[in-house]
């Protein structure tokens, strides 16, 4: 009962938006007022009926929604009228697949196909079944390049005598294996180089045959062996390149590189083959830009510019290649780069390899003792795994799912499978999308292609997106120039009159710029219903019973449809952007562009930013919630909330956290805690390296999936430990490794409590006899200011007799008249 009324309550929520999307994309198919634009509107379909004469009825809507078209259907339009182009593929080149020993390998099925590919919303994408099979004993070519500059002498020397063993442990791998040497200093100009005649003739010293001679003459790069079955050879001539030196750190490794992707003939490569270049050097390497320091701003042109003699000839010419260049060409020329370096610039190119596809990194020791087992494991990492590539436009919307190996397991987006062995099937589904109509009419047929990464074997598609009807060129039945339709004074294509210049109207009936006002009729035609009395949506003005829409003040902002009811600037914004920047407003709704979706395209349409990049076995969220516009949304089960950027935290898991590996850190690292009391260190199932200093690295850590934990311990210390967890097999629960523990305990000294004590005595009576002096000082000064005050009001007060100041005088005196003062004679 619960269940039937969430379903209705989902229900009646959930109607209003349905009604509302489908309203909205009846709306933008109706303003549609051509086939072409028709056809360029996701699930809109085109009625090219035409009209005999004025007063035969018409057909009011031609372009409508595909379902309300499969519910009308005859009553809506003659259904030979009706054009639809839906996708259609037809196969060209369909071959099994076959890795028969002696024979041209075939990798990959089909080989070409051709595909009609309309443009459409997520559902009217195209998926194609694509099949990879690794063919046996696939032949290899694999060329050395090598930093030549003085600090890789014991390097250079090393390789000389481990040219067999690699012969060896590759002809392990496949029969048809071939090898080559290359070696690079930098561009001979200052700064790179010293330049003085002297330095150039004698840029170091080395040491040859136990003496100490000279270096040779700095150079860019040279290719010293191409590609050959003769590996004994291998030693001797690299034996016989010479060292050199350069003035600044960096080297033109990039330089050389990019000569040996690109000079096919001169290198050797095999079109059906793999194509290694393992990279040697103890140095980084100059980028594109840093030839500016030198003059040379001319930019890379990624051709071979290779003498007779093997050398660049164009070193000091041309700038640096850029790392994007050097990805470009890796990957049109299936070039798989290891970067083959010392500890010391492990971090640096491990940078760099993230930007070029196909490249791995791998640390070789000083003497270079274990290049050969470096060289066949990331071989054998590459013919293990396949990963499928595409040179597909903008305006095609690509994406890869697959099960893998799992055959039964879940269909799920990736385009990248791994632990593969021969004879192994893998099937991709690949979905393709028209996001828009290039503008280029040219670009509407193209060829793409889709291969494994590294392999020159590919899906080729030849490609024609549908953006115009049959019916609108010059040649087809429908379409008739000067038609008795539109009164001679048009062109009628797929039904409707396309009026000539100066005339206007449904059957361009009228001529010149008069407003039609005085036609009832031809106003009604203005007006989208009869509820309404405003004429094109109170957006235009109506001529001749059609109308025309007013202009913006923005050129880009247009209204546009039968009834000037829609525009291309009022969708809803996302980061003060119309459709966030990504995508098309038609008619009030974004169109967004491949790989983006929602409302205002603001949601990424992709799973892969929700795959941890540090895991065996991809999956979505690690398994534990909902990609959700390109974020994980973790779920919650069983009282367990997960989280993480991927789902892979779960704070109350056992045997994920600090808390759960702390004993077993501190007893192995300082014999301490519960587990050396108990003496259970033995029993501890984690291995536990000491190392001087645990190194924090925000961004090598999450793509580690490493944690760094600080958890007190025995006497009040806090020690510090980082782990590292991987994911034991699909679903499955977080397993930790590789644990690093910092040497050194960070504890709290004792405390002197004699110190502390005569310390706080001390203090107090300090503080008790300050307080009485500054008292008593205080009161001191305070009297002496009073009695001052007291003497000096003494020693000026006066003593005089004078007038009583309580006798005041009579206001009024009254004379006795009969009073006479008596008188002497």
Known sequence: MTSWKILLTLGIHLFPLISAQYKDSESLCASQQTCSSCLQTPRCVWCSSTESTETSSSVLVRCITREKYQKDRDLWCPR????????????????????????????????????????GTYREEHRITLSYSQAEDYPVDLYYLMDLSRSMQSYRDRLSETGLQIADAMRQLTSNFRLGFGSFVDKVVLPMTDTRPEKLNWPCNTIKDGKEARCASPYGYKNQMPLTNDIHSFKSRVQEAPLSGNLDTPEGGLDAMMQAMVCTDEIGWRQNARHLIVFSTDAPSHIAGDGRLAGIVEPNDCLCHLDEKGFYAYSLLQDYPSISQINKMAREHNINI?????????????????????????????????????????????????????????????K????????????????ECGGLRVGNVVRFEVALKAVECPAD?????????????GLNESLTIDLNIVCDCPC????????????????????????????????????????????GTDSEAAMIECKPNNETTEICSGRGVCKCGVCDCAKRPNPQEIFYGKHCECDNFSCKRSGGLVCGGRGKCECGTCNCLGGWGGETCECKQTNSTCMPPYAEIAEICSGRGECVCGNCHCHEKDNIRYSGQYCEECPTCPGQWCDELKDCVECAAYNSGPYAENGKCDTCPHQIDIVDVVEEDSVQDQDTAARVCRTPGDAGCTFTFKYHQHRDGTGGDIKIFNILAQKERTCPKPINVLGVAVGLVASTVFLGFLVLLIWKISTMVYDKREFAKFERERALAKWNRGDNPLYKQATSTFVNPTFHESTKD
Request: proline fraction near 5%; aromatic fraction near 6%; include cysteine.
């Open 472 to 515: 609108e060129g010059p040649g087809h039945p429908g379409y008739k120039t000067g038609s008795a339709n539109c009164k001679g004074n048009g062109t009628l294509a797929c039904g409707v009159c396309a009026c000539d210049q100066g005339f206007y109207g449904k059957h361009c009936e009228c001529e010149g710029n008069d407003v």
């Open 80 to 119: 030979s009228d009706v054009i639809d182009n839906a996708n259609s593929l037809t196969m060209v080149e369909d071959r099994p697949l076959s890795s028969t020993k002696g024979t041209v390998p075939v990798q990959i099925r089909p080989q070409r196909i051709g595909l009609r590919l309309r443009r």
């Open 400 to 415: 890869y799912f697959s099960r893998c190996l799992e055959a039964n397991g879940e269909l799920k987006e990736r385009r």
């Open 441 to 453: 009419v040219s670009e509407w047929q193209r060829t793409i292609r889709i291969k494994p990464r």
């Open 338 to 398: 290891i970067f083959a370096i010392p500890s010391s610039q492990s971090e640096s190119y491990k940078l760099l390899s993230q930007s070029i596809s196909g490249s791995s990194t791998g640390t070789i020791d000083k003497d270079s003792s274990n290049v050969v087992a470096l060289i066949r494991s990331e071989y054998e990492k590459l013919v293990q795994s396949v990963a499928l590539t595409d040179d597909a436009p903008k305006t095609i919307d690509v």
